[in-house]
């Protein structure tokens, strides 16, 4: 059984960093390409970042210069490292294999002083 479970959300203030990360289990982690998903109520799920098998990421306009996406091939994890943060960026994010399709359950990032 697939699994991705999301850590590292929380309430941040403007101008502040966290720091997700995204374990998988029940996978063979290190050849599949990772994202990272944000969404907000009443908005479509939008893609943040992506890194793929060999380390080559795609960032969302909006994120470039702030968030940086990594892997850990041997902790079967993902992060998303997240600075500069803005209220904008509140949502829930989501970790995401891309093929096979799975989904975290999320968590929460509130950005708000």
């Known amino acids: 059984q697939v699994q991705l479970v999301e850590s590292g959300g929380g309430l941040v203030q403007p101008g502040g960093s966290l720091r997700l990360s995204c374990t998988a289990s029940?996978?063979?982690?290190?050849?599949?390409?990772m994202d990272w998903y944000r969404q907000v109520p009443g908005k479509e799920r939008e893609l943040v970042a992506r890194?793929?098998?060999?380390?080559?990421?795609v960032y969302a306009d909006s994120v470039k210069g702030r968030f940086t996406i990594s892997r850990d091939n041997v902790k079967n994890t993902v992060y998303l490292q997240m600075s500069s943060l803005k209220p904008d960026d509140t949502a829930v994010y989501y970790c995401?294999?891309?093929?096979?399709?799975?989904w975290g359950q999320g968590t929460q990032v509130t950005v708000s002083s």
């Open positions: 995401h294999i891309l093929a096979p399709n799975y």
């Open positions: 029940g996978i063979f982690f290190s050849n599949k390409v």
């Open positions: 890194i793929g098998a060999s380390g080559g990421t």
